[in-house]
């Protein structure tokens, strides 16, 4: 299979810190039923996700996609902003 063909994996999440440089911390949640008890949970993890143009502030909602690892902690990439973050 060629890397053109290939499915990569996409997620949406909200930017929870953009301090570092072309680096934005995104909070991906997702919904769990409880095996026995059937309470559906919530559970969160955070990726690091390159943002080459710095586009992606604290707050917005993003799209991120699988890529090659771009440092040790970074094999996610920014695809697009789905919803800017309120400034108040």
Known sequence: MSESSSIKRTLIGRVVSDKMDKTVTVLVERKVKHPMYGKVMVRS????????????KAGDLVEIVETRPVSR???????????????V
Do not use: P, Q, R
């Open 45 to 56: 993890k955070k990726y690091h996700a390159h943002n080459e143009g710095n586009s992606a």
């Open 73 to 87: 902690t970074k094999t996610w990439a920014v695809t697009s902003v789905l919803e800017k973050a309120i400034v």
